[in-house]
Structure formats: C-alpha cells, structure tokens
C-alpha cells in the first residue's frame, strides 16, 4: 500500500545566538500508510513535537520534505488538524463556538445549517452535546481535550495529529479518552500521528511506535509493529501474549538511550576535567583552550593506523600518496600486519590509534565474543563494502563443481568434508560463506570444515591442497586464479550486495580524547575513498599500491587485470568467475549502518555465539558513530549521507529488517532464540600519552 504522509530525509536546524546551530532532528524517513495509527516515543529534547509541528506545516523543515497524499507540505492545511496538550480553547467562547470557528474557518462557502450539522456531529461523537453551550472554565480537563478532538475531527481532516493529548489527564480519563479516541479515528478512517511518554498507551493505540534516539541530531532509533487486532480492549491487548514483550521493548529502548545520554556527559565531564587538570596534551586536544604558544610548536597528533595487505587499504594508501590528510592536525604511521588476531591485540593494547578491522570485529571485541577481553571499540567510518569471494580449488572444478547446488550435491553424493579457509572464525567472511552455504541445506556440521588462517597464505594453502577453498578479499583470490589453482565460486555480491566488509576501528576513549584528530583523519579517507571509486584513477590506484609498503611490485599485474576489466579469468564458466570491484563510496558506502550490525547480530545468535541481545540499540548506537562520521563528511566538504533503513535480500531469498531481527531467525526455521541483556564494557583504555611521551 503506498504512503499517505512521507518524511523523506529531512533535518531541522535552530540558529543559535553565536551563530552556531542546533540540529534538532537528522535524516528522518518515515512513511504513514492511510489510516494507520504511529505513535512517536522517546526523552525529552528528541524532537517528537519538532516532528509533528514539520507534519502540520507549523514551522518548514531545514532540508528534505514531507508529502500528505502526494502533495508537498508547505504550510498548515484542513487536511491537517492537531490536537495539543493544552487544549487551545479560547475561554470567552462556548464548546459550540470553539468547534464552529474551525468549521466556519474551512466550510465558510457552506449553507449554516451544514455546518451546525458538522458541530453537532463532532459533540456526539465526543459525548459532549449536552456541554454545547458551556465555557472552558466549566468542563474538567477531560472534558476539554474531548472539545479539542472534537475541533479537530470536526472538518474531517485526512490526517490527525496529536501531541500529547491525554499528558495532564488523570488515569481514570485518560483510559476513556482513549478508547473513545480509538473508536473515532477507526470509524472515521483517519490517519494519525501521536506524541506520547506513555508506553502503555502506545501499545494501545498504535499500529506502529516509531523510538527516537537522543537529541541533537535525533534519529530513529527502531520501528516496532504492534500486532493486536482491531478493535482494541485494554483487558485484552494486556492479555495478549505479546503485550509485554513489546512493552519491554519500548522500556528497554528508552532506557538505553538514557544509559547513552549518560555515558556521553560523563565522557565530555572527564574530559573537561583531564583537561582543566592538566593530565596529558591529547585530553588538553580535546577542548582546546587559548595557549602563547606559536603553532610551530604545536605538534600533530600521531596516529598509528593498522591494517593487513589488500585492496581494502586503498583509501589509506591514496590518502597519503596524494597528500590529502592534513599534517598540521595529525601524523599519520601506516603499520602493516599479517594476522587480524595480533592487529586487534596491538589495538586494544594502545600500540595503534586506530585500525582497519573486518566489519565483525568491532562487536566482537565490545561484547567480548570467541573469548575477547571486552573493549569498547568504534566504528566512525566503513572503509569497504563487498570484496570477498570464494575461491575454489581447480580440483575440484574439474569435478564438475560450478556453483552452490552442484557443491551441495557432490558433497551429499561423496559424503564428503571440506575444509575451507577464513580469515577469522565467526568474522565478516565466514559469516557470509555460513549463510550462503546453509542456504542450501548444507550440514555444515558434517560437510564444512572451517580453518582460520592470514589472507596472505591462502592461495598458497590451496596449492599444497592444506584446504579445498576459501574466502577472502577478491585481490587473494585474483592470486590463486592467475596461478591457475582456484576458480571462483561465487562472489559476495551473490550473497549480500553491499555488505560491510573493513571498517575504521578505534577505541571509544581514544575517540573522546582525540575528536579532533579523528575527524581530520577520517577526513582525509573519505576523500581518498572518491579517488579509489573513480575510474580515471585506477592506473594511479594500481601504482600506488603496487609500492612496497603496500602489496609490492608482483601485484601490479593481477591489480591490473582486477582494474581493467573486473574478471579474472578462470576457466571456461565466465559468469562465475567475474570479480565486481569494491565498494569504496558510492551508495553510501562509508556511512557506518546500524542495520548491518544487527545482522550480524542476528548471525552470531544464529551460530551459538551468544544471546540475542534485549539491548541491541544501546550495543549498535554506541558502536556505529554517525555523529563522528556526519563531521568527518563535513569537513571533507561532501553532502551528509544517512543510513538506509530498508530491508535488504540476502542469499537465501529472505529480506532482512533491523526492526524485525527475530521474525528474520524465526524465517530461517529456527527455534525462538535466548535473549539477554549483554554488558558492555566501561571504559576500554586510559587517555593516550601525549605525543612527545611516546
């Protein structure tokens, strides 16, 4: 069904008295089918009456629009009426009066006894007729809103909004304004969008409840469906067996933000305080603070950047080979690793700043997951989506194994094990290849031997037949086809187009500590990330990476073929040998997506890793950082993209939805999987050393 009312990307912003600015609300998306009920839930300062007044036209939006029947919002409309929380009632008019100067506003061009007839109905449906010609200060609070629901639906408007009708009601008339409000917009067809606090009057009246996340810059937080049939009784939606489950949810939601509200004063209040005290340069870089010192002898900020050999440090390598960081704010140390394990260990140990990880580790590692000290890593930054393929051994191509159906069927046949490699056990790779071979009925218990090893072994272990396959970045599978002993059996583009495969890791403190630093670093990647996305420079990207510090000289002619035409060839099955090129900006590909770390999520439930998490939106906001990365874009002079919250296909057919991560397992043919609420770590290293201490 299409949309009624759509909030398409918009952002709203206040000027501040220092010329500054408030973000308010930050790339909204919101669609309101017709006739649907959405309630909008969240803190204080998150922006749901920010939203709503957007809605009525009240105030315009900074930058995206919003559409009511496919016409654009430009100023409050008849189709439109909102119902406040302080009634609005002009006190010298009667309850007649205050509902006719709506209808004599809208329906002036009417004969007078259509629109007596428009009031009349409105009272009865309210129960008010009998108080038609009583005064504001005459009725209860109750009977007050009923007035202004009255005015409001008294036009029959298409579209009812309400913030926070029944706030200063007691409990008694709140309950019966709701159900009379039910009641009225399911018999009248209305639309409506409500402002609330109150989670059990949420579950109520919704369809849907839309949780906004903290301000500034609110977002969307999650969608959750509320399945109860229609028409409601409160005794029996509480009955329901999902009612407090969703209830929890709600609950769960609004304390996680609280818990994130917190954590980030008391990160700003620590810092504050390490700088008024005095305790390191790097805290002192994280508030400026006016100095007699000349900038000559201000010294950039070191940062020491991990990362293995392969096509994924391309933005790395570009960025320094051009220049584009800037050396006055930081000073940027390559340092290459051939292991992900010990990467991630010199990380947590403070040896690096930052490094690029695969898109698993960075939950892994804050969660404590495969026996990790937790640590509370960041992810401001997606360096690279897609990238990986599973290569094969020419073996047993020859064996007549093409694709997935035909593997699945030999190793059935053969009652076979395959082992193959990857680069970690449960990272980003083996995630892939576990959903892609599950999705047809392989045992991987029986069939699907998985063996953790580097990247820069794999095309060797494959000759010496160590493993029959692997997964891994496609420039180490262009290797194992160019010396003609493996063929690809498929790319991740088969499995999930547009996946996050490397992404930009450091530690939370080091984050808090060094804002400044981050940002100009981050910077610099997303210009770098343009240049390795654009095709006029793919022989500049085959040279620099060609250099010894990268991949060598032997790579340029597998880099040049991967380049030039996108393939490698590998025997005579063309179409499955082709190797589309990694994603490095286009379709937001450095915008790090909550979505993509609730699949993962989902996955390592899926493989016994650990509980699905009850506090999946504190684990994910905390993590994916599209604050750092909104400022890094800003400063790299590139339009702010946001995350999409559609849900997106995978291998097996399935769509997947981040507001719905248990009806995706429950798909799969799983059993209703544990849940618990995971800790999180708090605090994952001590402020850096200044640079002059190291």
Same mark, same amino acid.
């Given at each position: 069904?299409? @949309?009624?009312?759509?909030?398409?990307? =918009?952002?709203?912003?206040?000027?501040?008295?220092?010329? %500054?600015?408030?973000?308010?609300?930050?790339?909204?998306?919101?669609?309101?089918?017709?006739?649907?009920?959405?309630?909008?839930?969240?803190?204080?300062?998150?922006?749901?009456?920010?939203?709503?007044?957007?809605?009525?036209?009240?105030?315009?939006?900074?930058?995206?629009?919003?559409?009511?029947?496919?016409?654009?919002?430009?100023?409050?409309?008849?189709?439109?009426?909102?119902?406040?929380?302080?009634?609005?009632?002009?006190?010298?008019?009667?309850?007649?009066?205050?509902?006719?100067?709506?209808?004599?506003?809208?329906?002036?061009?009417?004969?007078?006894?259509?629109?007596?007839?428009?009031?009349?109905?409105?009272?009865?449906?309210?129960?008010?007729?009998?108080?038609?010609?009583?005064?504001?200060?005459?009725?209860?609070?109750?009977?007050?809103?009923?007035?202004?629901?009255?005015?409001?639906?008294?036009?029959?408007?298409?579209?009812?909004?309400?913030?926070?009708?029944?706030?200063?009601?007691?409990?008694?008339?709140?309950?019966?304004?709701?159900?009379?409000?039910?009641?009225?917009?399911?018999?009248?067809?209305?639309?409506?969008?409500?402002?609330?606090?109150?989670?059990?009057?949420?579950?109520?009246?919704?369809?849907?409840?839309?949780?906004?996340?903290?301000?500034?810059?609110?977002?969307?937080?999650?969608?959750?469906?509320?399945?109860?049939?229609?028409?409601?009784?409160?005794?029996?939606?509480?009955?329901?067996?999902?009612?407090?489950?969703?209830?929890?949810?709600?609950?769960?939601?609004?304390?996680?933000?609280? !818990?994130?509200?917190?954590?980030?004063?008391?990160?700003?209040?620590?810092?504050?305080?390490?700088? @008024? &005290? %005095?305790?390191?340069?790097?805290?002192? &870089?994280?508030?400026?603070?006016?100095?007699?010192?000349?900038?000559?002898?201000?010294?950039?900020?070191?940062? !020491?950047?991990?990362?293995?050999?392969?096509?994924?440090?391309?933005?790395?390598?570009?960025?320094?080979?051009?220049?584009?960081?800037?050396?006055?704010?930081? #000073?940027?140390?390559?340092?290459?690793?051939?292991?992900?394990?010990?990467?991630?260990?010199?990380?947590?140990?403070?040896?690096?700043?930052? @490094?690029?990880?695969?898109?698993?580790?960075?939950?892994?590692?804050?969660?404590?997951?495969?026996?990790?000290?937790?640590?509370?890593?960041?992810?401001?930054?997606?360096?690279?989506?897609?990238?990986?393929?599973?290569?094969?051994?020419?073996?047993?191509?020859?064996?007549?194994?093409?694709?997935?159906?035909?593997?699945?069927?030999?190793?059935?046949? #053969?009652?076979?094990?395959?082992?193959?490699?990857?680069?970690?056990?449960?990272?980003?790779?083996?995630?892939?290849?576990?959903?892609?071979?599950?999705?047809?009925?392989?045992?991987?218990?029986?069939?699907?031997?998985?063996?953790?090893?580097?990247?820069?072994?794999?095309?060797?272990?494959?000759?010496?037949?160590?493993?029959?396959?692997?997964?891994?970045?496609?420039?180490?599978?262009?290797?194992?086809?160019?010396?003609?002993?493996? =063929?690809?059996?498929?790319?991740?583009?088969?499995?999930?187009?547009?996946?996050?495969?490397?992404?930009?890791?450091?530690?939370?403190?080091?984050?808090?500590?060094?804002?400044?630093?981050?940002?100009?670093?981050?910077?610099?990647?997303?210009?770098?990330?343009?240049?390795?996305?654009?095709?006029?420079?793919?022989?500049?990207?085959?040279?620099?990476?060609?250099?010894?510090?990268?991949?060598?000289?032997?790579?340029?002619?597998?880099?040049?073929? !991967?380049?030039?035409?996108?393939?490698?060839?590998?025997?005579?099955?063309?179409?499955?040998?082709?190797?589309?090129?990694?994603?490095?900006?286009?379709? !937001?590909?450095?915008?790090?997506?909550?979505?993509?770390?609730?699949?993962?999520?989902?996955?390592?439930?899926?493989?016994?890793?650990?509980?699905?998490?009850?506090?999946?939106? #504190?684990?994910?906001?905390?993590?994916?950082?599209?604050?750092?990365?909104?400022?890094?874009?800003?400063?790299?002079?590139?339009?702010?993209?946001?995350?999409?919250?559609?849900?997106?296909?995978?291998?097996?057919?399935?769509?997947?939805?981040?507001?719905?991560?248990? &009806?995706?397992?429950?798909?799969?043919?799983?059993?209703?999987?544990?849940?618990?609420?995971?800790?999180?770590?708090?605090?994952?290293?001590?402020?850096?050393?200044?640079?002059?201490?190291?």
């Amino acid at each position: 069904m299409a @949309a009624y009312l759509t909030v398409d990307d =918009v952002t709203q912003c206040f000027p501040l008295a220092d010329g %500054g600015r408030y973000v308010a609300l930050r790339d909204i998306d919101l669609e309101v089918r017709e006739g649907e009920f959405v309630s909008l839930i969240g803190h204080s300062g998150c922006g749901k009456s920010t939203l709503l007044n957007l809605m009525a036209g009240l105030t315009q939006a900074s930058s995206g629009g919003i559409l009511v029947d496919g016409r654009q919002v430009t100023e409050p409309g008849p189709d439109r009426m909102v119902v406040f929380q302080n009634y609005s009632l002009l006190p010298w008019q009667t309850v007649r009066q205050n509902i006719s100067l709506a209808v004599n506003r809208v329906w002036g061009q009417r004969s007078a006894s259509e629109r007596r007839q428009a009031v009349d109905q409105s009272l009865a449906m309210v129960g008010l007729s009998q108080a038609a010609d009583r005064f504001p200060s005459e009725l209860s609070g109750g009977m007050k809103q009923r007035v202004a629901i009255a005015r409001a639906l008294s036009i029959r408007p298409r579209l009812l909004l309400l913030d926070e009708p029944f706030g200063a009601l007691d409990a008694l008339t709140r309950g019966n304004l709701q159900q009379q409000l039910m009641q009225i917009c399911q018999e009248a067809g209305v639309t409506a969008v409500m402002v609330t606090h109150d989670v059990d009057e949420a579950l109520l009246l919704s369809d849907r409840v839309v949780m906004m996340t903290n301000g500034p810059e609110a977002g969307i937080g999650q969608i959750l469906s509320v399945p109860f049939a229609r028409p409601r009784q409160r005794l029996e939606v509480m009955e329901h067996p999902d009612y407090y489950r969703l209830r929890q949810e709600l609950i769960g939601f609004l304390q996680q933000q609280r !818990r994130l509200r917190q954590r980030r004063s008391q990160a700003a209040v620590s810092v504050g305080a390490a700088v @008024a &005290a %005095g305790e390191g340069a790097a805290a002192a &870089a994280a508030v400026p603070i006016p100095t007699p010192a000349a900038p000559s002898q201000v010294r950039p900020a070191l940062v !020491r950047i991990g990362f293995l050999p392969g096509l994924d440090a391309a933005p790395l390598a570009m960025a320094l080979d051009r220049g584009l960081f800037d050396t006055a704010a930081i #000073e940027v140390v390559p340092v290459p690793f051939a292991r992900w394990d010990r990467l991630e260990q010199s990380l947590v140990a403070g040896d690096l700043q930052a @490094a690029f990880l695969p898109a698993t580790t960075p939950l892994q590692r804050s969660l404590g997951l495969g026996g990790r000290q937790p640590w509370t890593a960041i992810t401001p930054l997606t360096i690279s989506r897609n990238g990986n393929a599973v290569c094969l051994s020419r073996q047993l191509h020859e064996r007549g194994i093409r694709d997935r159906d035909s593997l699945a069927s030999w190793l059935r046949e #053969e009652d076979r094990c395959l082992t193959l490699g990857v680069p970690q056990h449960f990272g980003i790779a083996e995630l892939l290849l576990r959903h892609w071979l599950a999705a047809a009925d392989i045992d991987l218990s029986r069939r699907i031997r998985f063996e953790e090893m580097s990247p820069l072994v794999m095309p060797g272990a494959l000759r010496t037949e160590r493993i029959d396959g692997f997964i891994a970045g496609r420039y180490r599978v262009a290797e194992a086809v160019e010396n003609r002993v493996g =063929v690809v059996l498929a790319s991740d583009v088969d499995i999930w187009d547009g996946h996050p495969e490397k992404v930009l890791c450091c530690g939370e403190d080091w984050a808090d500590a060094q804002p400044e630093a981050l940002e100009v670093f981050s910077a610099g990647l997303l210009r770098a990330s343009l240049l390795c996305d654009d095709g006029g420079q793919r022989e500049a990207l085959v040279r620099v990476l060609s250099q010894s510090q990268w991949l060598g000289s032997s790579a340029r002619y597998a880099l040049s073929r !991967r380049f030039h035409d996108g393939s490698t060839a590998a025997g005579a099955n063309g179409s499955a040998n082709q190797l589309s090129l990694t994603r490095f900006h286009a379709d !937001r590909a450095n915008v790090p997506n909550p979505a993509d770390g609730c699949w993962l999520l989902s996955q390592f439930c899926r493989w016994q890793q650990c509980a699905f998490p009850l506090n999946r939106v #504190e684990i994910l906001s905390r993590l994916y950082r599209q604050d750092l990365c909104n400022r890094a874009m800003e400063r790299a002079g590139l339009a702010i993209l946001r995350p999409d919250r559609h849900p997106f296909l995978l291998a097996d057919g399935l769509a997947f939805d981040q507001d719905e991560p248990l &009806a995706y397992l429950a798909d799969l043919g799983l059993p209703r999987p544990a849940q618990a609420t995971l800790p999180l770590p708090e605090d994952s290293s001590p402020l850096p050393l200044p640079h002059s201490q190291r």
